[in-house]
């Protein structure tokens, strides 16, 4: 395993993110292992979207810090989340609320329809 540990407290990341971190380290790591992905299927108000959301921003700080110290051959990828349209307000509330220095996000609605930024 490369980057903070579960136990690191990043202050970057608000302090709603800090119960969760180990959680979101753990999908980091599955991520990147040779399962290259999971599900996160806990029940609602658990906090999935908190969870994903730290785990994006873990693997940026790492990247960033890489980086930072000079290591060569960084590559910065977009991450893709998908979700049903109710949960577009949620998941901006949390990325304004916790990550707005972070994460810039985007929303594509497919080709049929313009793509908005409801920070506009």
Known sequence: MSGPGPSRR??????????VFA???ICREIERSPVRG????????IGKTIIYLT???IDIL???HRYEAGEEGINFHPSLI???????PQVFNEIA??????LVPHIYCGVAR???DPFQ
């Open 10 to 19: 990043l202050p970057e990341l608000g302090q709603s993110c800090q119960p």
């Open 23 to 25: 959680d979101a380290y």
């Open 38 to 45: 999971g599900i996160l299927a806990n029940d609602c108000g």
């Open 55 to 57: 785990a994006i921003c």
């Open 62 to 64: 790492d990247l960033k």
């Open 82 to 88: 998908v979700i049903p349209s109710y949960l577009i």
């Open 97 to 102: 609320y916790n990550f707005k220095e972070l």
């Open 114 to 116: 313009k793509s908005y």
